[in-house]
């Protein structure tokens, strides 16, 4: 059940994996607000001398403590440094090398001593990589990914960010993601290594509740006569149309009340699929042989065959045979015309082009782009009120950046330039909606 829906569990979620998820958001804060009251109780209490992610349980550790320790290892697995100055990041022992396995420099430490920060592979007369260094210190893969790093100069100091999204922010569901890979590759834990058919599952346009009961079928678990005796002998093991042994695999295809709906039904193909297997054999071979449209269908039908078998057992109900396909067609269609409206709602009109900046201002537009060559281009044009072409500006940068990041830089190189020439008031303009953001 807690699988992912992929793997064929139902995406519920483990509670003790969870509950460490939700410590590693309290673990986080401390992390990104060192200055706070509780992280400084903590800091004087237990780790006075080292980091909070390097901290240890300690001696006769308080509830809060512990609960909060029990999410180190789930955070230190996901933290990475950003190097600003390189100050506060050690070389060895912290992550801070994205494009390497694991973040970290992968060799014992060389050249330098154990406790050495990145700040001493920086050049401080060009403020860029001191190469002739790195190249005594690592292996030529190693020195390769940190020469890629962005140097981000003196002032900005170093950021520890959470390395799976853009914002670098933890979240409590990143966490628990992070919790389950994890556990799975601890304990061996793998999916039924039939992710496609699950993946099709889900993705078909029928109504939830029917992926659901598509799921229960697919893994046998419907509470079908067999299923209910096992567990109440009193129940009887009947199938309620025809006293045989009720197993799914009768009552959906051997038993001549469904083979006589499914004959009249448009799914023609759908009994010669099952051949003689288990019922999830059966609809992985429907899955991988039928088109959505009958797939579809043929998932309605067994849903209401299923609906059918409860009304008739419990309520003593019966539809004329002859009716359950005509209504699966129609249920499916009045719920694929629900959806279909639903989709259509219209979508705000964004205007093209460029557009005249309003009174007085002048347009500064930037824009940014990774050459062919592996360089970064930045450039910047500038308007005055009339749309009158000032001043354009290119540069090519270092390093390799993220495209946020490059627009940014170039948003910031147009600030710049509009400053220089004294511009007074200016709107700005990029495509990259993010930054903007
Ligand atoms: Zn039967």
New binding site residues.
Partial sequence: MVSPKEEGGMGFQDLRGFNIALLGKQLWNLVKCPDSLIARILKAKYHKRSSILDASMGYRPSFVWRSIMSAQELINKGVRWRIGNGVNVRIWGDRWIPTLPGQFVPTAPMGLPVEANVCELVDPDTNQWDIPLLESCFTRDTVEAISQIPLRGNEEVDTIMWHNNKEGNYSVREGYKEWSCAFKEQHGVVGFGEESVWKKLWSLQVPPKVRQFMWRFGREILPTGVIVSERNPRWGDR?P????V?TQV??FS?????SRICRQFEVVGCFARRGSGSCYEWFKSMAESEDEASLESWCVLLWYLWKERNAHMFNGAKLPEEEIPVRTKYFLMDYKQHQHREEVIPTPVVRNGWRKPTMGRWSVCTDAGVLPTGDTGLGVVIRDADAKFKYAAAKNIAGKWSSEEVEALAMEMGVQLAYQFQVQEVMLESDCLSVIK
């Fill in positions: 199938c149309f025809c006293d045989q009720e009768h009552l051997e038993c001549q009340w469904a």
